[in-house]
């Protein structure tokens, strides 16, 4: 009797196609992995593309802290329409000529969204709102209102700007964009920002992740092509790209794996997460500083 492989312990990163939620994309990994252990760090929207990373067995621990990370998009806004959902894949609700939209204008109004600023979330995102997400309230046709939260827009660069007509005749502008951005900001919330602040209204039309810290598309793997061949990244390797790298010896090791609050080098002091690496490059924890001691976040070794 042949015995079945042990399933893969690591990071996947999966090059998301648009249609696909999230989960549609962590159901098809555990049947490609073979085991029901499969998380994801950080949702994708359905119509979204691009970079979605996954964590196979005791990968899934790190997840919590990759979600955190900086993201990257590509993506492609409509100004002269807005949405019941923020970008193509709900129901015009206006629509208004923004062919007088100049580049002054623009320039101006990406600016006003760029840095340090208070969003909005769209209703259709999935945030808690009193404990129920918000989409729930908003299938169900509940007026409610989202609290603006801090997000911080690295990044926001305007690449081209095509004149089009809409659907229903109307002149609008598509203006390809990047983004590079803090863990919860929301690029259809910056497409219905921009839109609302020249008058015209906004929604976002294709967006495509490139990044997620530091995994990049370019190292990214279509479901097909993961069926093919599953490419994981080790634990460890994953670890070493994400966070900041604290080498101990043997005694330290063995401490740190006891429970024991190790002393942390000031270096580290303010950093977050902290990959902890013991001799010979073995993973052992992610830790993070606290009154100048490691308090462990999750244990590897």
């Not at 900086?70 to 492609?76: A, I, S, V």
């Not at 959902?85 to 100049?102: K, N, Q, W």
């Not at 129920?132 to 603006?148: D, L, N």
């Not at 911080?152 to 659907?167: G, I, K, N, Q």
């Amino acid at each position: 009797m042949t015995r079945k492989p042990p399933p893969p312990d690591g990071l996947v990163i999966v090059d998301k196609p648009s249609g696909f939620t999230s989960h549609d994309v962590v159901a098809k990994m555990r049947g490609i992995a073979g085991t029901r252990r499969v998380g994801h760090a950080g949702t994708l929207d359905p119509m979204a593309t691009g970079v979605l990373v996954l964590g196979v067995e005791r990968a899934t621990k790190l997840l919590g802290h990759l979600a955190l990370t900086e993201k990257e998009y590509l993506g492609t806004v409509r100004l002269g329409q807005d949405t019941v959902t923020d970008d193509a894949e709900g129901e015009i609700t206006s629509s208004t000529d923004a062919s007088r939209v100049t580049r002054e204008g623009l320039d101006a109004g990406i600016a006003a969204l760029t840095g340090a600023i208070m969003q909005v979330p769209s209703k259709v995102s999935a945030i808690k709102i009193d404990g129920v997400r918000s989409y729930k309230r908003a299938r169900e046709g509940e007026e409610f209102e989202i609290p603006a939260r801090p997000v911080t827009v690295s990044s926001f660069t305007l690449h081209d700007v095509r004149d089009a007509v809409a659907e229903d005749g109307t002149p609008v502008l598509d203006l390809v964009v990047s983004v590079v951005c803090s863990s919860g900001t929301y690029i259809r919330a910056l497409a219905r920002d921009l839109g609302a602040g020249l008058g015209v209204g906004g929604h976002l039309t294709a967006l495509r992740r490139t990044r997620v810290g530091p995994y990049r598309l370019d190292g990214a793997r279509t479901l097909d092509q993961l069926q093919q061949e599953l490419t994981v990244m080790p634990v460890a390797e994953a670890a070493a790209a994400a966070f900041p790298r604290w080498d101990v010896d043997g005694r330290r090791a063995r401490l740190l794996l006891n429970g024991v609050r190790l002393e942390m080098p000031e270096e580290y002091a303010g950093r977050g997460s902290v990959a902890v690496f013991g001799p010979e490059g073995t993973f052992l924890a992610l830790v993070e500083e606290q009154k100048g001691k490691a308090k462990s976040l999750a244990v590897f070794g």
